[in-house]
């Protein structure tokens, strides 16, 4: 059978020593232009967007592209060929995965699409050129998309409804997004960057091979109250110096509920109280309470002659070592 050279190279724009990053940019900028969702209505761009799709499928794959470049001289010329012997016998099984080769030419079927009985590359498998099933399954790429959580999810844990954008053949065989609705159960006291694996909702297999898996990593949101320290949660306590000095029994806000505390005479700014349990890590982290001692301002005559008879009958050295 006689085709019509096709000349991958001079469609796309491209020299026959280009390298794979020039021509895949080469392509991306052929398929912005002549995308049929682009230019509805319009079949030349229609045309020039499958041409564009049929030399990238051969060029972008190392194995395909040696195999075009060996037919010869004569395609240099734009002449009708005929493929050279033993091309027969060759398969395409690489890592460049199934196609389905319907909408692309002659040319291509002849060298790339199957002789005696058609065969050629299908999508999720491919056939070898005697018409002989060779397919594979194989399973579908992991993915991974970001779990977006308030610390109190974090902490409590359970189900929650999320939704995520999935890559999936468009128009023309170029990659389109959809939005996919997921149900997924967060593990109580998970930790800022932890992966939870939801099976089978990664991308999708090929010859009826399984999906792959979808990693949801957690991010944790800021918080008003709290910031996390590893396991634990750390918030601060405001006191006045009279509760400092006495003791006191306040109410603290958890990532739970609030509970009350009992804080011992004598404490300082910055020194941290720990509330057992109250963290992440399913159990592991406690809650670490910062003591924040507040001095009143605005004295009245009255208050400011009491704090002038404290600091006249106290012993307390704040500077001493």
Excluded at 133 to 143: E, F, S
Aim: charged letters at 25%; one cysteine or more.
């Amino acid at each position: 059978m006689s085709v019509e050279y096709k000349d991958y190279y001079k469609t796309l724009g491209v020299a026959r020593t280009a390298s794979q990053e020039d021509i895949s940019k080469a392509f991306k900028k052929l398929a912005r232009k002549h995308h049929p969702d682009l230019n509805p209505g319009d079949a030349g761009a229609e045309a020039r967007f499958k041409e564009a799709n049929e030399a990238y499928e051969v060029l972008k794959d190392p194995e395909k592209r040696r195999l075009y470049d060996q037919l010869g001289p004569n395609w240099q010329h734009g002449q009708n060929f005929q493929p050279p012997p033993g091309f027969e016998n060759i398969r395409f099984g690489g890592q460049g995965g199934g196609f389905d080769a319907g909408g692309f030419s002659d040319f291509f079927e002849t060298i790339f699409g199957g002789f005696a009985g058609g065969g050629g590359f299908r999508q999720g498998g491919f056939q070898d050129f005697g018409g002989q099933h060779a397919r594979r399954p194989r399973r579908g790429a992991d993915a991974e998309a970001v779990l977006e959580l308030t610390l109190e999810e974090a902490y409590r844990g359970g189900p929650k409804n999320v939704t995520v954008q999935e890559q999936v053949a468009g128009p023309g065989g170029m990659p389109t997004l959809r939005t996919k609705a997921l149900e997924v159960k967060i593990p109580a006291g998970v930790k800022d960057g932890a992966r939870i694996r939801l099976a089978g909702q990664g991308n999708p297999g090929q010859a009826g091979g399984p999906a792959g898996d979808l990693y949801m990593r957690a991010r944790i949101l800021p918080h008003r109250l709290f910031r996390v320290d590893g396991d634990d949660v750390v918030t601060d306590l405001h006191l006045a110096p009279w509760e400092a000095a006495l003791g006191a029994t306040v109410t603290v806000p958890t990532l739970e509920r609030s509970v009350e505390m009992t804080v011992p005479p004598g404490v300082s700014s910055g020194q941290k109280l720990r509330l057992r349990g109250k963290g992440l890590g399913g159990g592991c982290g406690d809650q670490l309470v910062r003591i924040m001692i507040r001095t009143p301002k605005d004295l009245d005559e009255t208050q400011r002659k009491l704090w002038q008879e404290l600091a006249r009958a106290s012993r307390f050295e704040p500077r001493a070592d």
